[in-house]
């Protein structure tokens, strides 16, 4: 078997497709396989095998497949080894040009990091969401193009609508500056960038500046209810918040989806601490794994000052939804006492990781090969 294996990665080395088919045809299942830690067909992307790669999609292998360690689709792997004739050949059978949505960066990372102004044009052309938002770094391509110093490789960017998550910006231009100026001092910096779920409301990012394992998502919109409010959920800093993970009905728009959910079941109800929203509830949304339910809370952002949830721009108060898993205690409140003055990662979502700090897929459905 090992013999096999060895076989079949020369034959992608040289990229010969004809001896590849034959024994494929005796093997199917290694078209199946991982090789390096990548599928095969990741793997024949990342060393230029396009004839091989041609072959593979011939017999049912997605270019949206994804394996290993960085869950990178074929055509991140061939951007990021700069193979111009196969991700234009993936881009041309349809391949999405963001890559795997739900991976550390999109496929226009490494073009942008090696100022690969050819690749990031496919890209953009073929569709590539200019200002998709790293996962690894909560920042946009222009933030890592400027931060590389590639000049013009940002004007290219901005003709496609590209702008920075990682540049302050003036609240008093906002309504609810206050509620925004608070969260920014309590919380963290807030990105430059704005996600579009519902036209009452959209969501924001902050990071946490006390607790940098995690990050800030919230509503932005709702306090023009009776009574004002926003909603809050803290999440591992790694998990993908994106615009296309929405449209693509991708598992990860979790927390972007369960708040639209849940703005939506308080828009005809009044929100109290305590309330309980089970998975059970929203059974049309996939959960992550190792969560059963959220449950508001008025945290108090400053335990010292015992500030709570209030944000002095008339009485806006900021919700948070804690994750709890099955079972909860009878007596809720000591569990919702401790929540409100409890550290981010006593409240926030913690993507599960193994022994090497490699995180485990939420959905494990998703997993591939």
């Not at 292998?61 to 196969?86: F, K, M, R, W």
């Not at 949830?309 to 948070?320: F, I, M, P, R, S």
Request: some cysteine; aromatic content about 10%.
């Amino acid at each position: 078997m090992e013999e096999l294996s060895d076989k079949i990665r020369e034959l992608v080395y040289k990229d010969n497709a004809a001896e590849l088919d034959k024994i494929l045809e005796k093997h199917s299942y290694f078209a199946f396989r991982n090789f390096l830690s990548k599928g095969l067909l990741q793997f024949a992307a990342g060393e230029n095998a396009l004839n091989i790669c041609k072959l593979l999609h011939s017999k049912g292998i997605s270019p949206e497949d994804v394996a290993g360690q960085l869950q990178n689709t074929a055509l991140q792997e061939a951007v990021s080894y700069n193979h111009p004739a196969v991700y234009r050949w993936l881009l041309s059978i349809g391949a999405n040009p963001n890559g795997n949505v739900a991976a550390l960066a999109p496929a226009i990372d490494p073009a942008v990091v090696d100022n690969n102004s050819a690749a990031v044009k496919a890209l953009l052309e073929a569709g590539a969401e200019p200002n998709f938002l790293y996962s690894a770094r909560n920042c946009t391509p222009l933030d890592v193009c400027l931060a590389f110093g590639h000049t013009e490789l940002a004007d290219l960017l901005k003709e496609y609508g590209a702008v920075q998550a990682r540049i302050p910006f003036d609240f008093s231009e906002y309504e609810n500056s206050g509620v925004l100026d608070h969260i920014h001092t309590h919380v963290g910096n807030i990105l430059n960038i704005e996600f579009a779920v519902n036209p009452e409301y959209s969501l924001r990012l902050a990071t946490i500046r006390r607790d940098r394992d995690f990050k800030l998502l919230f509503t932005n919109g709702l306090y023009k209810r009776q009574p004002r409010y926003e909603l809050m959920v803290c999440i591992d800093y790694q998990w993908p918040v994106n615009q296309r993970l929405i449209p693509e009905n991708n598992p990860y728009a979790f927390f972007m989806l369960i708040l639209e959910k849940i703005a939506g079941c308080l828009k005809n109800d009044t929100p109290k601490e305590g309330m309980i929203f089970d998975r059970s509830d929203f059974d049309s949304i996939p959960w992550p794994s190792n969560m059963d339910g959220l449950m508001l809370v008025d945290y108090q952002f400053d335990k010292d000052k015992d500030t709570d949830g209030q944000t002095g721009d008339e009485d806006v108060t900021l919700w948070l939804l804690v994750p709890f898993s099955h079972p909860l205690p009878k007596n809720t409140e000591k569990l919702i006492a401790r929540y409100k003055t409890a550290k981010w990662k006593k409240v926030g979502y913690r993507w599960q990781r193994d022994d090497t700090a490699t995180v485990i897929p939420a959905f494990p459905e998703m997993q591939q090969a």
